[in-house]
T-cell receptor, first 114, second 112 residues
Framework: DGGITQSPKYLFRKEGQNVTLSCEQN?????MYWYRQDPGQGLRLIYY???????QKGDIAEGYSVSREKKESFPLTVTSAQKNPTAFYLC?????????????FGPGTRLLVL | AQSVTQLDSHVSVSEGTPVLLRCNYS??????LFWYVQHPNKGLQLLLK??????LVKGINGFEAEFKKSETSFHLTKPSAHMSDAAEYFC??????????FGKGTRLSVIA
């Protein structure tokens, strides 16, 4: 079964703690993306990667970090510098990062602050 | 630069009546346009996309959208709403080698 998996489904963070959200795809896609979704805000791009070992900041990268050591994996770390991390986080991938790309989304991780 | 405006944050229709979700866009390039649907606490699913071929685009589940360059619009329609259509819908624009830009979403409610 091909697709994108995100884990965990729910994640709780304590004050001052870093947490890492997992995103894995077995679609052999080159590009991967992380979005943050807040109610009434649509989706905002955090980071994206078009190729292994390379990634670019999106619109709201502050307080987040990523790595792309393998083509199929693009984990997102929410650092303690992100003061308002409560949100729904969506990972996506696409075959290429070109103008005709279609992005395929994972089921999301909901992050809550204790 | 690209931007997209979804003109209604919430639309409510009765089951069996037509659906119209409105989207206007702005793009410095010839844009690609998409509609995605999101059911509660789920990821997004592609409904349809426009990529400079036919201006009337047919998607899944009976949805379609028409690209109107003169009006910079890409409205989503369906002739007859079903209860399972209740969800959040996002209009998305892409131009050049830039990331996708999402609208803020329209929540569709379907009343029995």
């Amino acid at each position: 079964d091909g697709g994108i998996t995100q884990s965990p489904k729910y994640l709780f963070r304590k004050e001052g703690q870093n947490v890492t959200l997992s995103c894995e795809q077995n679609l052999n896609h080159d590009a991967m993306y992380w979005y943050r979704q807040d109610p009434g805000q649509g989706l905002r791009l955090i980071y994206y990667s078009q190729i292994v070992n390379d990634f670019q900041k999106g619109d709201i990268a502050e307080g987040y970090s990523v790595s792309r050591e393998k083509k199929e994996s693009f984990p997102l770390t929410v650092t303690s510098a992100q003061k308002n991390p409560t949100a729904f986080y969506l990972c996506a991938s696409s075959p290429l990062a070109g103008v005709l790309e279609t992005q395929y989304f994972g089921p999301g991780t909901r992050l809550l602050v204790l | 630069a690209q931007s997209v405006t979804q003109l209604d944050s919430h639309v409510s229709v009765s089951e069996g009546t037509p659906v119209l979700l409105r989207c206007n866009y702005s793009s410095s390039y010839s844009p690609s346009l998409f509609w995605y649907v999101q059911h509660p606490n789920k990821g997004l699913q592609l409904l349809l996309k426009y990529t400079s071929a036919a201006t009337l685009v047919k998607g899944i589940n009976g949805f379609e959208a028409e690209f109107k360059k003169s009006e910079t619009s890409f409205h989503l329609t369906k002739p007859s709403a079903h209860m399972s259509d209740a969800a959040e819908y996002f209009c998305v624009v892409k131009g050049g080698n830039t990331p996708l830009v999402f609208g803020k979403g329209t929540r569709l409610s379907v009343i029995a």
